[in-house]
């Protein structure tokens, strides 16, 4: 699976949008760009993925660069329940694609 | 939230003890994963499965074994606990290999 690259924290207003970038310049052609947030000492939380599309669902937009090197995720009014380590996973689909590789990801901490 | 529970959620037992920790899930998922997350090293993977009777190694799967007899449970076993796994765990389900996987609350575990 490709590797990812994310700022370690950033800082977001209440009720701003917040904008993660993820650099992921060596993803292949069959790789997705998921995104996961995990809030303090609970479990991982699936936020959104994509291939090449933008996607958006009720949490959040994803961007994916038309090179597909780059993404964003937006938070679109971030609150203070948005704080979060938030990580950028790039993985390959179809069968046999069982492990989520977390890296460091990124500390967003929301201020009112 | 996807119906995932871990039980117990806190444990501390000594060396050389064996410790089992449950996941269930009401989601009739086929995938069940178990991972492990320390400090500077994220969540690794640990075992999962990919059916009834049917399991595979992650990455760490040295001193676990894992069973699944039934579709919505899924157990983790230490059969000697050590100190290095004094870890949190966290259970995590899917509906193919290849899509985004829920995560369970996880278990602190404390050996001693």
């Known amino acids: 699976d490709a590797k990812t690259t994310q700022p370690p924290s950033m800082d977001c207003a209440e009720g701003r949008a917040a904008n993660l970038p993820c650099n992921h310049s060596?993803?292949?052609?069959?790789?997705?760009v998921y995104w996961y947030r995990q809030i303090h000492s609970q479990g991982p939380q699936y936020i959104i993925h994509?291939?090449?599309n933008n996607e958006t669902n009720e949490m959040a937009s994803l961007i994916i660069t038309e090179d597909r090197k780059s993404s964003t995720l937006i938070l679109p009014h971030a609150t203070l329940r948005d704080t979060a380590v938030y990580y950028c996973?790039?993985?390959?689909?179809?069968?046999?694609?069982?492990?989520?590789?977390f890296g460091q990801g990124t500390r967003l901490t929301i201020n009112p | 939230d996807a119906g995932i529970t871990q039980s117990p959620r806190h444990k501390v037992t000594e060396t050389g003890t064996p410790v089992t920790l449950r996941c269930h899930q009401t989601?009739?998922?086929?995938?069940m994963y178990w991972y492990r997350q320390d400090p500077g090293h994220g969540l690794r993977l640990i075992h999962y499965?990919?059916?009834?009777?049917?399991?595979d190694k992650g990455e760490v799967s040295d001193g676990y074994s894992v069973s699944r007899s039934k579709t919505e449970d899924f157990l983790l076993t230490l059969e000697s606990a050590t100190s290095s796994q004094t870890s949190v765990y966290f259970c995590?389900?899917?509906?193919?290999?290849?899509?985004?996987?829920?995560f369970g609350p996880g278990t602190r575990l404390t050996v001693t």
């Open positions: 995590a389900i899917s509906e193919a290999s290849s899509y985004e996987q829920y």
């Open positions: 060596t993803i292949s052609g069959n790789e997705y």
């Open positions: 994509g291939l090449k």
């Open positions: 996973i790039v993985r390959a689909g179809g069968a046999g694609a069982q492990k989520l590789v």
């Open positions: 989601e009739n998922h086929r995938y």
């Open positions: 499965s990919y059916g009834v009777k049917d399991t």
